[in-house]
Every structure is written in structure tokens, then in C-alpha cells.
Nanobody
């Protein structure tokens, strides 16, 4: 059974930083690319960043490029999203997603709130 668990969200002031973590179990982690998505209230879920199975390729949504960094540690079955210079508009529930063919597995999400 595949399990994906995000952590590290919370409340941060504008301009601050957060690091999201995602731990995956139940699959051969180093075989699959991973993504972070986010969904703000009243909006559709959107992709934030993607990393290849071995971490040698990264893709970002244009709105976060230069401020967010995706990384992974295959020895720990984990993927991370380092978020810096946070703005209120990036507040959302952030989801970790394992890309497996045309389907995949979602975590339950982790709330990120940016407010003074």
C-alpha cells in the first residue's frame, strides 16, 4: 500500500521561508519522478515543481522559479520543497504526488499560510 505523508507546513510571515517534506512508502521510490502541487481556496490544483527519479532534472512553475527549490533524498524515500521569500499569494494546501505512468499517488496535503 502506497503512503505519502507531507509535513513542514504552517504559518509564516511574508518574506519568510518554509521547507516541506514528503515521505513515501510502499513503492520503489527511486524509480519515480515526484511533484509538488498546491491548491488555494476556490482555485484548481496546480503543479509547483517536479523532480526526476534520480534528481538530475527539475522543473518549476514560472511563478515560483528562483524562490522554490525541489530536492529529494532517495535513501530516505523523501522529497522536499524549500520555499523562500514567501508571499501571501502562495498560501495553499501543498500536495506531494508520485508520478506513476498516467496515474499516480497523492498525499493528503499540508497547509501553508503566509500572513503577518
Amino acid at each position: 500500500q502506497v503512503q505519502i505523508v507531507e509535513s513542514g507546513g504552517g504559518l509564516v510571515q511574508p518574506g519568510g521561508s518554509l521547507r516541506l517534506s514528503c515521505v513515501v512508502s510502499g513503492l520503489i521510490f527511486n524509480k519515480y519522478a515526484m511533484r509538488w502541487y498546491r491548491q488555494a481556496p476556490g482555485k484548481e490544483r496546480e503543479m509547483v515543481a517536479e523532480i526526476t527519479s534520480v534528481g538530475d532534472g527539475k522543473t518549476y512553475d514560472g511563478s515560483v522559479k528562483g524562490r522554490f527549490t525541489i530536492s529529494r533524498d532517495n535513501a530516505k524515500n523523501s522529497v522536499f520543497l524549500q520555499m523562500t521569500r514567501l508571499r501571501p499569494e502562495v498560501a495553499a494546501v501543498y500536495f506531494c504526488y508520485a508520478i506513476i505512468g498516467v496515474d499516480g499517488y497523492w498525499g493528503r496535503g499540508n497547509q501553508v499560510t503566509v500572513s503577518s
